[in-house]
């Protein structure tokens, strides 16, 4: 595995996205604000509402049909959801047998090998699974590419998935579900964790509004200790832990209650889940 952080998009590429949504959008604001130009940029959607939000937000040039948004692009961005994704390849198989694109992906659990097929067999594919923080800046995504995609495009795909965040190559690409499982789902869980925080800290008779920004910011600066120490999550956890504290007795509750085991059978029902999404959408 490698991994890195923001880098120019090199070369002179035109892009497509396919799909104008939550990922669309944050991979767009990323792009823009490391300086790509718009022109650059087409966004295929549906939703009227969705493309004249893009268009004053960012001034990309939108289109309701994928076929008129890939025309002039060959870097296209599969930004739409797992069950819709092979009646979008299908539609564009002709213009990808003709003019062979740099496909990438962020759809979950579908399969290079299905993208491939479904474009009529020629595609160079790299999937990718980036997660929301990427509106910040602060996203993580895995990639992965199948055997089509040159050092070159394996250079551009990391280029513009490092305009959000921090990017890492994953070899194999049975991976990648596991990887939607971790860091692609992984906000949704800190998520859950901090409405249960509030909701207890609500419970113990805090202000509603003093429960939020507590939890708000002792999150903010658990992370960052994490990101910015370079120490374990156990070192940084012992160094909170008094003997015989207040903490200790907190960790007792979660061990007791199995909070390792529950994270570990709720990352393997995000990965199963992958999988099954692969299948069901065949
Ligand atoms: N939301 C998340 O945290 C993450 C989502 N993903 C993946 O990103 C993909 C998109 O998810 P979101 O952006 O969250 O969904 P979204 O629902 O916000 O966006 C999907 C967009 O696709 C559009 N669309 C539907 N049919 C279309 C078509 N035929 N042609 C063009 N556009 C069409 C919809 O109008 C919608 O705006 C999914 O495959 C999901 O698995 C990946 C990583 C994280
Ligand atoms: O829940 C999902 O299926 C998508 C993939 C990762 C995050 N959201």
């Known amino acids: 595995m490698t991994s890195t952080s923001n880098a120019a998009l090199p070369g002179n590429h035109s892009i497509a996205f396919i799909g104008g949504g939550n990922m669309a959008r944050s991979l767009v604001g990323g792009l823009i604000g490391g300086g790509l130009a718009a022109q650059r940029i087409?966004?295929?959607?549906?939703?009227?509402?969705?493309?004249?939000?893009?268009?004053?937000?960012?001034?990309?040039?939108?289109?309701?049909d994928a076929g008129e948004a890939v025309a002039a692009a060959d870097v296209w961005v599969m930004a739409v959801k797992p069950q819709v994704l092979r009646g979008v390849c299908e539609g564009l198989a002709d213009t990808a047998r003709e003019r062979v694109p740099l496909v990438v992906?962020?759809?979950?659990?579908?399969?290079?090998?299905?993208?491939?097929?479904?474009?009529?067999?020629?595609?160079?594919?790299?999937?990718?699974?980036?997660?929301t923080p990427s509106l910040l800046g602060a996203g993580m995504t895995g990639l992965y590419a199948n055997a089509r995609v040159d050092a070159a495009g394996r250079t551009l795909a990391e280029a513009l998935l490092s305009a959000t965040g921090r990017t890492a190559w994953i070899d194999d690409e049975m991976l990648m579900d596991a990887v939607t499982a971790v860091s692609g789902s992984g906000p949704a869980y800190v998520f859950l964790f901090a409405e249960a925080m509030e909701a207890a800290a609500i419970a113990q008779g805090l202000p509603a509004d003093a429960a939020r920004l507590m939890v708000q910011q002792t999150l903010l600066g658990a992370?960052?200790?994490?990101?910015?120490?370079?120490?374990?999550?156990?070192?940084?956890?012992?160094?909170?832990?008094?003997?015989?504290?207040?903490?200790?007795?907190?960790?007792?509750?979660?061990?007791?209650g199995g909070l390792r085991a529950l994270v570990a059978d709720a990352v393997a029902a995000a990965r199963r889940r992958g999988?099954?999404?692969?299948?069901?959408?065949?």
């Not at 893009?54 to 040039?61: H, I, K, M, P, Q």
């Not at 160094?239 to 509750?253: D, F, H, I, K, M």
């Not at 999988?275 to 065949?282: G, I, M, R, T």
């Open 275 to 282: 999988q099954e999404l692969s299948a069901a959408n065949d």
């Open 223 to 256: 992370a960052r200790m994490l990101s910015e120490s370079g120490e374990a999550p156990e070192e940084l956890r012992r160094r909170v832990t008094s003997p015989n504290g207040t903490t200790q007795a907190a960790l007792e509750a979660f061990e007791a």
């Open 42 to 64: 087409h966004v295929a959607d549906p939703g009227d509402a969705v493309r004249a939000a893009l268009e004053a937000d960012f001034g990309v040039a939108t289109f309701a």
């Open 105 to 131: 992906s962020v759809a979950a659990g579908i399969t290079t090998a299905q993208i491939e097929r479904w474009l009529g067999g020629k595609a160079a594919v790299v999937r990718t699974m980036p997660n």
